[in-house]
């Protein structure tokens, strides 16, 4: 069964086309990498998968549950990390926590909570109000709330935009072994070095299209093929957005 | 690490509801203390200005007559404070992400974000009570019509509330829905006069206001006498319950302002 999946999948703003007939499969246990330059449609697509928006036509699933239909079962599969580096004020971190848990009808997750923010360095600051905490530690606190219904599948919608490198080296190595541990991971990043180091397929968006879906390794090879040099993901991106422009 | 993914049955509203209560509980200063303390303001001076000038009906004294009117009024500015201002901060913010990720269906959202205006449209009315009751002597003549009236009131801001917080994008907006149509129909829903006492042309024009049966009915469960029926004043309010949750209900199905 596909963790995700995208059947011809479009969203209309007025004339805008943000989304244009995405067809996408993501199959459980994948790391996988959806870049793309900004507006190309990567946070739409997140969003329609999440419940946030929704689609002008198509349809979207995880673990092959309708996120419209059958919402319920959908997004108690699915934990978001969120671009923004949204908070409630009135809380304090495990309150937060809490309270998140509470919303998937979870009760009595104290245990559950407490791992998480240990793997996440959140537990002296679990009685801290959100106000209180630095911009990497709102972050942290964004991923622990992703994660505390315990979902199969976990999309990260840039998660290291503006953080230092401290947090993007431990996010990365908890989020690795998240994925080792059998859970789908995707994440949309403009850090392509990130990307390459830990997707095993990437797809590309430009313009409301995937542009290209391969895995990491073919896509690097397209470069190097045809320079007769290592190239890196950067590389690629730059090829492959150039190669769109001018067809 | 994380465990084999286990569904649960239980629903996300008591959560949602919790937190909404929490969520004033938390600035109580601000949500409960201060619109106690702008009621017995009120109680204060137009009591004190009025007790020996107007008397609306026999036996009982003006100071006895304003002070349900300003717990229903505190009541009802209250239940509609709580749902709009929750709603338009977290529109605002971006927190109200953490609550359209969650598997809660558009029942769920309206009634733990009502029931949450309620608490706080009730605590702020008991508050008010308590802080008042002591300038005069007061009877309850029929309590479960207080209540009745009390319930539905809170339940109707709550929702109207809901509808402003939802349909506002930004808090200039919320402030005009507030302060152009909620106040003014409270004010002038009979908080301070029975609408006997207006020019024809105003009386009618009362009746044509939801708000005036709510303090109407809640005050006939305090003295036995009103304006109207309460048996009217309760279908009013009732029906018009039942319209502004289904506006609510139908902008939260249809991800109005929320879902794009």
Same mark, same amino acid.
């Given at each position: ?106 009760? /009595? /997750? ?114 190097? /093929? ?22 | ?260």
């Amino acid at each position: 069964m596909s963790a995700i999946a995208f059947e011809d999948l479009s969203k209309n703003y007025g004339a805008l086309k943000a989304l244009d007939h995405i067809n996408l499969e993501i199959q459980e246990g994948e790391f996988f990498g959806l870049l793309g330059p900004n507006g190309a449609g990567k946070t739409t697509l997140i969003s329609i998968l999440a419940g946030l928006c929704r689609p002008s036509s198509g349809r979207a699933k995880v673990m092959g549950h309708d996120v419209q239909l059958d919402f319920r079962a959908a997004r108690r599969l699915l934990g978001i990390v969120p671009q923004e580096l949204v908070f409630d004020p009135f809380f304090n971190v495990r309150e937060t926590l809490e309270f998140q848990s509470g919303y998937f009808g979870i009760k /009595n /997750n104290s245990d559950w909570i407490d791992e998480i923010m240990h793997h996440l360095g959140l537990t002296d600051k679990a009685d801290k109000n959100m106000r209180a905490l630095s911009g990497g530690m709102k972050r942290r606190v964004l991923v622990a709330q992703a994660l505390v219904h315990r979902p199969p599948v976990i999309v990260l919608d840039e998660p290291t935009a503006g953080v230092d490198v401290e947090l993007r080296q431990s996010l990365w190595k908890f989020v690795s072994r998240l994925n080792q541990e059998g859970h789908t991971i995707v994440l949309t990043t403009h850090y392509l070095e990130e990307a390459e180091q830990l997707c095993g397929r990437i797809a590309m968006l430009k313009k409301g299209q995937i542009v290209a879906l391969d895995t990491t390794a073919n896509l690097l090879g397209r470069v190097k /093929n045809k320079d007769a040099r290592d190239g890196d993901l950067e590389d690629v991106f730059m090829q492959i957005m150039s190669e769109d422009s001018s067809s | 690490m994380i465990p084999q993914q286990s569904f649960t049955v239980a629903s996300g509203f008591f959560a949602l509801f919790y937190k909404e209560v929490k969520r004033f509980w938390r600035v109580s200063f601000q949500t409960v203390a201060a619109p106690v303390l702008t009621a017995i303001l009120y109680l204060m001076i137009f009591g004190h200005v009025l007790e020996d000038h107007v008397k609306v009906y026999d036996a009982i004294s003006y100071t006895a007559f304003l002070i349900p009117g300003l717990v229903m009024m505190s009541l009802l500015q209250n239940s509609f404070a709580n749902t709009s201002s929750s709603i338009i901060q977290s529109k605002i913010t971006g927190n109200l992400i953490f609550v359209l990720l969650a598997p809660l269906s558009h029942i769920e959202f309206f009634s733990a974000y009502v029931l949450a205006a309620m608490v706080r449209g009730l605590v702020v009315g008991l508050g008010v009570f308590l802080a008042t009751c002591w300038f005069t002597s007061i009877h309850f003549e029929y309590p479960l019509w207080i209540l009745i009236f009390a319930l539905l009131s809170s339940g109707v801001l709550g929702a109207l509330g809901l509808i402003g917080g939802i349909w506002a994008e930004k808090f200039d907006q919320l402030a005009a829905f507030q302060n152009f149509f909620i106040m003014p129909a409270t004010m002038l829903s009979g908080v301070f006069y029975s609408i006997h006492t207006l020019p024809a042309v105003w009386q009618s024009i009362s009746h044509f206001n939801p708000f005036f049966y709510m303090i109407d009915g809640f005050r006939f469960g305090f003295f036995g006498v009103s304006d109207v029926s309460p048996w009217f004043s309760v279908t009013v309010v009732g029906v018009f319950f039942m319209l502004v949750a289904a506006i609510a209900l139908r902008m939260l199905a249809s991800g109005y302002k929320l879902r794009h």
